[in-house]
Nanobody, 120 residues
Framework: QVQLVESGGGLAQAGGSLRLSCAVS????????MGWYRQAPEKQRELVATINSGGITNYADSVKGRFTISTDNDKNTVYLQMSSLKPEDTAVYYC??????????????WGRGTQITVSS
């Protein structure tokens, strides 16, 4: 069974850094794209950053220049390096993956989420 396993959440001070990791657990055929979304209290879930199989990245305007998404294809893992953190970055961060579990089947998966809290 395919799952996304997140790690790296926690507390940080404004201006600090954190790194999130998300590994695909289970056997898959291929990866289309992976990314990170976040949801702050009483707000809708929003895109933070994505990266596709070609290495093309996309960032929310609010994190451009501060966050960097990357992958280790050998480990089926996506990372989110977060720098210059702001209190408004506080949210639950969710890993997202668009995968082919088999060659003929494509599906989107979500991680359980990891809390990031940035204090001022």
């Amino acid at each position: 069974q395919v799952q996304l396993v997140e790690s790296g959440g926690g507390l940080a001070q404004a201006g600090g850094s954190l790194r999130l990791s998300c590994a695909v657990s289970g056997k898959i055929f291929s990866t289309q794209a992976m990314g990170w979304y976040r949801q702050a209290p009483e707000k809708q879930r929003e895109l933070v950053a994505t990266i596709n199989s070609g290495g093309i990245t996309n960032y929310a305007d609010s994190v451009k220049g501060r966050f960097t998404i990357s992958t280790d294809n050998d480990k089926n893992t996506v990372y989110l390096q977060m720098s210059s953190l702001k209190p408004e970055d506080t949210a639950v961060y969710y890993c997202n993956a668009d995968l082919n579990p088999q060659s003929y089947y494509r599906r989107t998966y979500w991680g359980r989420g990891t809390q990031i809290t940035v204090s001022s």
